[in-house]
């Protein structure tokens, strides 16, 4: 069971995300490459796990590089009970440090991701709400990721669904 570590925003993470990204960018050419989840948020509290999205043509080109990911360090999940993605992680257990989430391009999750992202960005009173309840749940369950996640899913429920419409109202009137 992996503990949960709630810790303030660091200037390092948008760093370390660059580096994956060139990496990853040499096995997926015909990709894009996003950094999501908390660490992409200035002054948002966060796990220090570097979530990352990658949208690409297909998945077939993804199962095809498994070894060139596995050089990486990165371990695949396959869909992870996400149809239409491919999930990989880097750093075992407490030490995780890269979360992997790859779609092909248009697909709904993305939009899901990217909205969530941006309106935090956009919305700080939104983002410190959040960061306030991921920093009590993690010392309710410092040793319980299951009871962390749970606790603040209806939260990131009702916060993505008013990010969505935000993101798609946004992108509709050029914004």
């Known amino acids: 069971m992996r503990d949960v570590k709630i810790v303030p925003h660091q200037s390092e993470w948008e ?3 660059e580096t994956e990204k060139r990496s990853l960018e ?5 990709s894009t490459i996003h950094h999501i989840g908390s660490t992409s948020v200035p002054g948002l509290a966060a796990k ?4 990352m999205l990658i949208e690409v043509p297909d998945l077939e ?3 095809d590089r498994t070894e060139e990911f596995s050089q990486l360090d990165f371990v695949g999940k396959g869909e992870n009970g996400i149809p239409n993605r491919r999930y990989f992680y880097k750093g075992e257990g407490n030490e995780r440090a890269v979360h992997l989430h790859v779609f092909p391009y248009g697909i709904d999750h993305v939009i899901r991701h990217l ?3 941006d309106y935090l960005k956009e919305y700080s009173a939104e983002a410190n709400r959040y960061g306030e309840l991921k920093s ?15 606790g603040k899913d ?19 009137e050029g914004n």
């Open 26 to 30: 040499k096995i997926l050419p015909d």
């Open 61 to 63: 080109g993804v199962d």
């Open 154 to 172: 209806q939260f990131v429920k009702d916060l993505e669904k008013k990010a969505v419409n935000w993101y798609e109202k946004n992108k509709r």
């Open 48 to 51: 220090p796990i570097i979530d």
């Open 15 to 17: 760093e370390k995300f």
């Open 136 to 150: 009590r749940l993690a010392k309710k369950f410092p040793h319980d990721m299951e009871g962390y996640i749970q």
């Open 115 to 117: 909205a969530f992202r």
